[in-house]
């Protein structure tokens, strides 16, 4: 190929990798979610039998934990980009805290509906469409509480560096992607569902 | 494939045992990133499949040959028929068409590897391991009832025959789990393509530089990240109502068959076009090499291609009109139906205005191609027929609509992968298919192909529905399935001879060079196989056919584009 002269501009540049590839998997994500959403909302009033949204209490508390997550996750950001490791540290420790306080408080909740009102995912329709579109989100936060344990683990033993910045900016995006579902979660379920 | 020679670690003067070298083959293919090798071993899964899911066609076809045929029990018929599809939908289709994509797209975009050659292999495993746990419920489906028994519920599995009351036993739930497996293998592939093309293209690769091949890939790999997805959501609620007790599916708590159906559709008719663009994406590279000429259109061919994808997206419940709708939604599902028939007709135009006045060579891949451009026609036009309601109220679920729909699965898909196969085998392996055996499978599995399919519209016509185990001798369809079976048994012929052909031209093709067929997309300008490392320097390219400008300094193609 040599022997074509270099017409090609001088500074080539193409999107990062890692973000063209969290994009797609948020994509896909999407649609797996779009799934469940719609089931939920077809469904919504069609229970045969048992319980119903209203024995639901909004998760207020919950949801501002996780959507204040987002925005200390983008001051990590923006303190790793700037190479400020201690600053990144110590809002990651947060974002951390408060995505597992969300994930404790989905617990409390559950076992509130199981144990006091009943509820359990083969109760009745109602039931399963709850647990697996909260639960499905669920899932989600935990993989994004392994991810962020492990780069917390990192920080903890000096192994973050400025460097790192990127993939850490891709990391986060998978994150911003789990609080923006719980907004559509939040308003299916416990505002327009209940 | 002979493309590294690593010497046997720890061997320093002895040579190694024959075993411990074959051992060190066997590990080096299991451990690869490569995406040459991972593309080689998802094709020659797909081909496995393939011939699994043939000869399951050909127990079908058999027992359909004759009016009350007992050659299988029922029971094994509908797990014939199941089998048969989710095999060649989901691990022959699109494991081959992915394999294509791994192996050609970096090469064809001047790339080194992958954007992740890590997540490449473990997408390669999961679909892999998808395929062996569907094809292991033939052990270990039993269950409550004994013995092993496959997936018997159609490869659509419509709710409430999959409800546990139903289906008794594992094989639905393998069915549901093997799918969900390899569906993320083929997400993760999706992504990957997805990043290799947006991110990994070589200096001067500009999008609109692009090969169509991967820009078809691009398409494709964007659709199947909204396609496959909601399978894998409506799999994960069939697993929760089957092994939580969930209700998703279960009408009698309030849940819905018809949801699934709309679900399963959702993912079932992108899936189509899934499997039919990487086909289009083949016979964008072999017609104009063939032909002797640059695309015709390609910007033309770039838009349909996008344009397929969206309108592929809203046409899913034209499979259900049978199950009844409002004339709205009739209305709609109809005419967006008819609608994809717009930037399919431009592709067959562009196709068409690339081979008029070209100087046709009729080899393999070509003639191949050039059946598929006359069949997919034929295939589109009995889609449009299909598309009209009220004509669907007759013939759904009829064998004319598996005669339909095989002419796009096979008429257009098998024969591209087939062209693909005899057009990129010498740079694949170094050698030359012969084109003697070629010409004999392509002109056998042509005919075999018409005898089978064209026929099988009017036994559909005739009222003959699908998936039924046997028929009466007195409703007029026994000569005419008879045909349709003996038309079966020459397409297993040509397969077989196919196959004969992949084996013996490895051993004694002969040698096709860099560049046997004159083409000019990156992936001939390096050696055939290419090195590991595919390019030593890294091209640069100015126009959409690089090697062109190489081989004519004084007529290249960048003066001419813009």
Not at chain 2, 23 to 41: C, N, P, S
Not at chain 2, 520 to 537: G, K, Q, R, V
Request: net charge neutral.
């Amino acid at each position: 190929m040599s022997t074509i002269p270099i017409f090609a501009d001088e500074n080539w540049k193409l999107p990062s990798r890692g973000r063209v590839g969290m994009l797609s998997l948020i994509i896909g994500e999407s649609a797996i979610f779009t799934i469940f959403v719609v089931a939920y909302v077809y469904y919504i009033g069609r229970s045969a039998y048992g319980p119903t949204p209203r024995i639901l209490d909004v998760p207020y508390f919950n949801t501002v934990c996780l959507l204040s997550s987002s925005l200390t996750i983008w001051l990590a950001e923006h303190a790793i980009e700037r190479g400020k490791i201690r600053a990144f540290g110590l809002w990651w420790a947060v974002t951390l805290l408060l995505g597992a306080t969300f994930l404790v408080g989905t617990g409390i909740e559950w076992s509130r509906l199981i144990v006091v009102e009943g509820l359990t995912i083969r109760t009745n329709l109602f039931g399963t469409t709850f647990y697996s579109l909260v639960g499905l989100h669920a899932t989600h936060v935990v993989v994004g509480l392994v991810g962020l344990s492990i780069v917390m683990l990192f920080t903890l033993f000096g192994r973050i560096e400025q460097r790192h910045a990127e993939r850490i900016q891709v990391f986060a995006l998978y994150w911003h992607f789990v609080d923006a579902v719980w907004v559509v979660v939040f308003t299916v379920v416990y505002i327009v569902g209940r | 494939m002979a493309d590294q020679a690593l010497p046997i670690s720890g061997s320093l003067a002895a040579t190694p045992s024959r075993g411990a070298a074959l051992l060190e083959w066997l590990h080096a293919w299991v451990v690869t990133v490569d995406h040459k090798k991972l593309g080689i071993l998802y094709v020659v899964y797909a081909l496995f499949f393939l011939l699994i899911g043939g000869a399951e066609a050909i127990i079908i076809r058999i027992q359909l040959a004759v009016p009350n045929a007992h050659f299988v029990s029922p029971e094994v018929y509908n797990e014939m028929f199941t089998m048969h599809g989710t095999t060649m939908v989901f691990l022959v289709g699109m494991p081959m068409l992915f394999g294509f994509a791994n192996y050609l797209v970096p090469l064809m975009i001047g790339a080194r590897d992958m954007a992740f050659p890590r997540l490449n292999a473990f997408s390669f495993w999961m679909t892999a391991f998808g395929g062996l746990l569907l094809y292991f419920s033939f052990v270990g489906g039993f269950g409550l009832y004994g013995m092993g028994s496959a997936p018997d519920v159609g490869w659509w599995a419509y709710a409430p025959l999959t409800a546990k009351a139903f289906s008794p036993g594992h094989n639905t739930d393998y069915w549901a789990l093997a799918l969900i497996v390899s569906g993320f293998g083929t997400l993760g592939t999706a992504i990957n393509i997805i990043a290799t093309i947006i991110s990994m293209r070589c200096r001067g690769m500009t999008l609109f530089r692009m090969p169509l091949f991967a820009w078809l890939m691009l398409v494709v790999s964007g659709l199947t990240l909204v396609t496959i997805t909601p399978l894998t959501a409506a799999q994960i609620m069939l697993l929760i109502d089957r092994y939580l007790g969930g209700h998703f599916f279960d009408t009698q708590a309030g849940g819905s068959a018809v949801v699934w159906m709309h679900f399963f559709w959702i993912f079932g008719h992108p899936e189509v076009y899934v499997l039919v663009l990487p086909a289009f994406a083949i016979a964008n590279e072999v017609i104009p090499v063939f032909s002797r000429k640059a695309i015709f259109g390609y910007p033309a061919m770039v838009s349909a291609s996008v344009g397929i994808a969206f309108v592929s997206m809203a046409v899913w419940a034209h499979h259900m009109f049978t199950v009844g709708m409002t004339s709205v939604g009739n209305a709609f599902f109809v005419l967006s139906t008819m609608m994809v028939g717009i930037p399919t007709g431009i592709k067959i135009f562009n196709w068409l205005a690339t081979m008029w006045g070209g100087k046709i060579r009729f080899a393999t891949p070509m003639l191949f191609c050039t059946a598929f451009v006359l069949q997919f026609l034929a295939a589109g036009l009995t889609g449009i027929m299909l598309s009209v309601a009220p004509w669907d109220w007759q013939l759904h679920n009829s064998y004319f609509v598996i005669a339909h729909f095989h002419y796009v699965l096979v008429g257009a898909i098998v024969f591209c992968i087939f062209s693909a196969i005899y057009y990129w085998y010498p740079k694949v392996t170094g050698r030359m298919l012969s084109e003697k055996l070629g010409k004999w499978h392509f002109w056998l599995f042509f005919i075999g192909f018409h005898v089978t399919f064209d026929t099988m519209h009017f036994v559909g016509l005739l009222g003959m529905p699908r998936s039924i185990y046997t028929y009466e001798a007195d409703r007029g369809w026994n000569t005419l399935n008879m045909i349709v079976s003996i038309g079966g048994i020459i397409q297993a012929v040509a397969v077989l001879l196919f196959v004969w052909n992949l084996v013996d031209s490895y051993l004694h093709g002969a040698e096709a060079g860099n560049d046997p067929w004159d083409a000019w997309t990156l992936e001939w300008s390096t050696p055939s196989p290419p090195p590991p490392y595919n390019f030593a320097i890294d091209p640069v390219v100015r126009s959409r056919r690089p090697l062109w400008d190489i081989k004519h300094p004084n007529d290249p193609d960048w003066k001419y584009e813009r």
